[in-house]
């Protein structure tokens, strides 16, 4: 049975600082899938990922979602259309509280039953913020952050949840605890492109995986495959090839 191609980059390239960071990126995401896109620092993950939610302008390639190329949307029309991400630092609104970060996920909506709904069930996968819904975000730690921003981004019920470095700045509990949430909204259907410098855990969870150098795709394939891939474990897992 063949599954929808739900996003797919093409020949995509993308400057940032003045330094064409992107270089020719081809990649996809099928419906159902959890797909991880490793590298080191600087290898162009999060650029490209700022590429596909409109807040980095392409030099060349197109993006398409949904069989239809959605060059040039900003993020307010692509959250329309079911595409979400949390972006690397989490850019939670630091002066609102929990409770008012979540509903802002969910401004394009208007079904109130629904929206409580969702609501309570962002406090269930995230006890930590219910019991902190009425506090700033901007006074919470990290990790709570972290799960803010994913609350929010779910809140908009998304069929793509694009994830940057989550794990990023973490203590290794929070860092499991996000992993597992990931997981979890993974089962439950949402497909899921994730960005991870923690190339083991992201490939962990995984179905199939990129590895990204220097701006190209120089690897894919079966993310069970490369986590036992010597190559791929002497660059990004610390082991002797």
Not at 69 to 96: H, N, Y
Request: with cysteine; hydrophobic share 40%; glycine share 12%.
């Amino acid at each position: 049975m063949t599954t929808q191609t739900l996003l797919k980059v093409k020949g995509l390239k993308v400057s940032y600082g003045g330094i064409q960071a992107v270089k020719g990126v081809d990649f996809e995401v099928h419906e159902g899938e959890l797909v991880c896109l490793i590298g080191s620092n600087g290898a162009g993950k999060t650029t490209t990922m700022k590429a596909i939610t409109g807040t980095l302008p392409l030099n060349a390639g197109d993006i398409e979602y949904l069989g239809k190329s959605i060059k040039g949307q900003g993020p307010w029309d692509l959250v329309k259309q079911g595409l979400a991400m949390v972006p690397e630092g989490r850019g939670v609104f630091t002066r609102m509280t929990i409770i008012e970060n979540l509903q802002m996920g969910a401004y394009i909506r208007d079904d109130k039953d629904g929206i409580a709904a969702d609501m309570e069930k962002m406090f269930t996968i995230f006890p930590r913020l219910r019991e902190r819904k009425d506090q700033l975000a901007g006074t919470m730690s990290g990790g709570e952050q972290q799960m803010l921003a994913m609350g929010r981004a779910l809140m908009s019920r998304p069929k793509v949840l694009l994830l940057d470095e989550p794990s990023m700045g973490l203590s290794p509990i929070m860092v499991d605890k996000i992993f597992e949430v990931v997981k979890d909204v993974y089962a439950q259907g949402v497909t899921v492109l994730l960005v991870e410098q923690n190339a083991s855990r992201a490939l962990s969870i995984a179905n199939r995986g990129y590895v990204m150098e220097s701006g190209l795709v120089t690897m894919t394939g079966n993310a069970a495959d490369m986590l036992t891939d010597p190559k791929v474990r002497a660059a990004y897992l610390g082991e002797a090839a």
